[in-house]
Antibody, heavy 123, light 115 residues
């Protein structure tokens, strides 16, 4: 059974870079051309926001609101993927979820979620 | 990023029905997209409930009761999640979502309280 597990520092200082990793177990990241992998975040007490996603080809997409601060990439072992978010501010404080979506040409359902990891931006 | 609009809160008594709306921006036609619905309880990741495109193209999440259903109103450009026979366990936040070709867009969520 596929599982996703986020890891990373729980506290990041303003202006520094947030780095998170999602460990994937039970399936390879390149196992299917119908899978997207991504990051969704949720500020405390607020709603969900898409951050970034990556296709099995390595093609990445980012939320334009992040103004090019985000970088998502796969680990060469194909067993995990990562997110880096530069120049963080308090507004980046959130629970970060890694996800897997099952996609076709017209739909893309987020089927699996990690448990989420809280990242706080504070000095 | 377009914004999907959801009422922030809804409350009803057990056994009543809840109709939660998700309004799309005017430049996005609800008839063109699947509307996905997620339920989130405190401290847990969202859980997929269902998607709705049309009466002939819809799907329920694994283990999701049939009292959860979806619909669309083209005239209002909205998607709707209907919860029939509210139960105390339905108290949660509910989010609608669209896939806009390489980007996921979420509504702000509706907090459902079962009185």
């Amino acid at each position: 059974q596929m599982q996703l597990q986020e890891s990373g520092p729980g506290l990041v200082k303003p202006s520094e870079t947030l780095s998170l990793t999602c460990a994937v177990s039970g399936v390879s990241i390149i196992s299917s051309s119908s899978h997207y992998w991504g990051w969704i975040r949720q500020p405390p007490g607020k709603g969900l926001e898409w951050v970034a996603s990556i296709f099995y080809t390595g093609n990445t997409k980012y939320n334009p609101s992040l103004k090019s601060r985000a970088t998502m990439f796969e680990d060469t072992s194909k067993k995990r993927f990562s997110l880096r978010l530069s120049s963080v501010t308090a507004a980046d404080t959130a629970v970060y979820y890694c996800v897997r979506a099952d996609c076709t040409s017209s739909s893309c359902l987020i089927s699996y979620w990690g448990q989420g990891t809280l990242v706080t931006v504070s000095s | 990023q377009p914004v999907l609009t959801q009422p922030p809160s809804f409350s009803a008594s057990p056994g009543e029905s809840a109709r939660l709306t998700c309004t799309l921006p005017s430049d996005i036609n609800v008839g063109t997209y699947n509307i996905y619905w997620y339920q989130q309880k405190p401290g847990s990741p969202p859980r997929f409930l269902l998607y709705y495109y049309s009466d002939s193209d819809k799907g329920q999440g694994s283990g999701v009761p049939s009292r959860f259903s979806g619909s669309k109103d083209a005239s209002a450009n909205t998607g709707t999640l209907l919860i029939s026979g509210l139960q105390s366990e339905d108290e949660a936040d509910y989010y609608c979502m669209l896939w806009l070709t390489n980007a996921w867009v979420f509504g702000g969520g509706t907090k459902v309280t079962v009185l």
